[in-house]
């Protein structure tokens, strides 16, 4: 019952930004968390950046000073801000969630994913 959407991956040369977005909507009581993972080819799934309901956030060393994720309470919408962006960033960017659409425990939900391309 909850479907998180994630838009803005593209193409870019080295150097440059991009600013993805990632929508969630549904039954949501309330929102423990929100992040963003990638899997680059050959590789597995792993961390890129998270935002808890304390606004703390917690980034991979690969992308700590160049990416900043934010994100809009009543929209219910992550953003991942990519600058400086580097031809090891290539990967298919997924948006997660950690929240409530009903009382008692949270749980995790994921978007389809939205492809990054770097060129060098």
């Known amino acids: 019952q909850v479907q998180l959407v994630e838009s803005g991956g593209g193409l870019v040369q080295a150097g440059g930004s991009l600013r993805l977005s990632c929508v969630a909507s549904g039954t949501i009581i309330s929102i423990v968390s929100m992040g963003w993972y990638r899997q680059g080819p050959g590789q597995q799934r792993q961390l890129v950046a998270t935002l808890n309901s304390g606004h703390a956030t917690n980034y991979a060393d690969s992308v700590k000073g160049r990416f900043t994720i934010s994100r809009d309470n009543a929209k219910n919408t992550v953003f991942l801000q990519m600058n400086s962006l580097k031809p090891e960033d290539t990967a298919v960017y997924y948006c997660?969630?950690?929240?409530?659409?009903?009382?008692?425990?949270?749980?995790?939900?994921w978007g389809q994913g939205t492809q990054v391309t770097v060129s060098s």
């Open positions: 997660n969630s950690r929240l409530y659409s009903n009382i008692g425990s949270w749980d995790d939900y």
